[in-house]
């Protein structure tokens, strides 16, 4: 918890017991307040990064925030914005609609204090510190105002701003002062324990205006530093004044009083004088330095376009180099598988064409040998075949008057014989000739293997030839997609450029 006596205690994240109880919420991230909220958007899940991208470019307008434009285009809601702004400073964050919130805690702040800076008082931490559920964490002048209205030390926690308006409207503040001719009121404070202080306001809602009003300059955050604590002396005084009335009685104290309020007014004057100054020499700081801003963007600007122009210039040239070296290696390529293909081709032809060469030359030689050798096996088994019918018919008009005359010379029995023996040959030759013939058949079966095997081998020298077509269109493949590669690093370059 930070403590500064002139301009109250604010608790810092993380001190102090944690809050607890429904609708709050711990900060999960780490190192979220070094990075911007659209990332933090994104990285609890509310947004796309398409989304938070599109909202970081509508947000170059005068007047726009990517958070401003991610709500009114509807992408998030006020309690998710809250959420991220929780996130972002390390606080608690409280969804008003589940958590429980102690009326009490209202009577401690007026109401144009509570609208004024979009806090509403929700309860008390265990320390003791008034918990106070705010929309703006980054408006620390406010928190500070508040903890010197309430005299207690603050805990911001953040909640959504329609919750904290939709709160304010129902919770019962403190009594708003009535303004009299001297413009001079008083209020009551009620803290937790129940005591009850009389205190002068150091005056209307314009001073806490004024008090709330950012400081663009050093000089005036000391003046309205020394001005409260003036205005804090003052009330010590008063409450000593106060004391001391008591004991000397009523009518002495109400003299005192009456200096006392005259010398607050009299301070208040100068307060507000003093506020004027400052604001207005704010806010000559505040325009010299918007001038200032401006010009400096005006010249990054310049300098970032000149850059972005001699940028693309480089990319293109790299760009039409990659292009141009793409092209003579994508025509080596096609010259070399062209070259490749046209040399298979003729090789594979070559070798088809020996092949078949050699297979008629081998068929026309087997062709031959058995021809010839079926014809003289034909002529020599014809003689004997009709050698051996001469024999046998010659044999059986032998055998005929033999079976007529009874068979006296053994030389004719031989010779039957050996007829018989004859004509047994000439049935062998026979069948060696049926033999011969299907051993034609087996070469003309051979001849019809190597006309298939000649055909085989055709369809082989086809099925290369797609497969090196097949590895042509590859190489183009891949040729068009280095190409693609190279458009696709130009692409961003463009793009950034515009």
């Known amino acids: 918890m930070s403590t500064d006596p002139l301009m109250g205690e604010i608790a810092g994240p993380g001190s102090g017991p944690p809050l607890s109880g429904p609708g709050v919420t711990a900060p999960s991230l780490s190192g979220a307040g070094r990075r911007f909220l659209s990332d933090i958007l994104v990285e609890l899940g509310f947004v796309s990064d398409e989304d938070a991208e599109r909202a970081v470019e509508a947000a170059r307008h005068p007047g726009m925030t990517p958070e401003k434009v991610l ?15 929780a996130e972002r400073y390390g606080l608690d964050h409280i969804d008003l609609t589940e958590f429980p919130v102690d009326t009490s805690a209202a009577a401690l702040l007026r109401k144009t204090a509570a609208k004024r ?3 509403a008082p929700v309860g008390f931490a265990e320390d003791g510190a008034l918990v106070l559920a705010v929309s703006d964490p980054a408006d620390s002048l406010g928190l500070s105002d508040i903890a010197v209205m309430t005299k207690l030390p603050v805990r911001p926690a953040v909640a959504a701003r329609s919750q904290i308006a939709k709160l304010v409207d129902t919770l019962s503040f403190m009594v708003e002062p009535t303004q009299g001719t001297s413009e001079s009121v008083s209020t009551v ?10 205190e002068p306001a150091a005056g209307p809602a314009p001073v806490e205006e004024a008090a709330a009003a950012p400081s663009a300059d050093g000089a005036g955050e000391r003046e309205l530093a020394r001005l409260r604590e003036e205005l804090a002396m003052a009330l010590v005084d008063r409450d000593e004044a106060k004391a001391r009335l008591e ?6 104290a109400s003299e005192h009083e009456r200096e006392l309020e005259e010398a607050l007014s009299t301070l208040k004057l100068e307060h507000e004088r003093a506020l004027a100054g400052a604001e207005a020499t704010a806010e000559e700081a505040l325009r010299a330095e918007r001038a200032s801003a401006q010009q400096a963007l005006t010249s990054q600007r310049a300098n970032h376009e000149e850059a972005l122009q001699v940028e693309r210039a480089k990319s293109d040239e790299t760009l039409q180099a990659e292009r141009a070296k793409s092209d003579e290696t994508l025509q080596a390529e096609r010259a070399r598988s062209d070259e490749a293909l046209e040399t298979e081709r003729a090789k594979r032809v070559d070798e088809v064409e020996a092949e078949r060469a050699r297979t008629a030359e081998a068929i026309d030689a087997e062709r031959e040998r058995h021809a010839k050798e079926l014809e003289a096996l034909r002529a020599r088994l014809t003689e004997e075949l009709d050698a051996a019918r001469a024999d046998a018919s010659s044999a059986r008009e032998e055998s005929a008057a033999e079976a007529a005359a009874p068979v006296a010379d053994p030389a004719d029995r031989a010779r039957i014989e050996q007829l018989e023996r004859e004509l047994a040959e000439a049935r062998e030759q026979l069948d060696l000739t049926a033999d011969a013939d299907r051993r034609a058949e087996a070469a003309r079966a051979a001849h019809a293997a190597l006309r298939e095997e000649s055909e085989r081998q055709a369809q082989v020298h086809a099925l290369t030839e797609r497969e090196l077509r097949a590895e042509l269109e590859q190489v183009r493949a891949e040729l068009d997609r280095m190409r693609g590669e190279l458009g696709s690093r130009s692409e961003p370059a463009q793009t950034t450029g515009e």
């Open 71 to 85: 709500i009114e285009g509807g992408i998030i809601t006020e309690d998710q914005l809250s959420r991220a702004l």
């Open 189 to 198: 404070i009620i803290p937790p324990d129940g005591d009850v202080h009389e």
């Open 247 to 252: 004991k000397h009685g009523e009518q002495t």
């Open 117 to 119: 800076y979009m806090a």
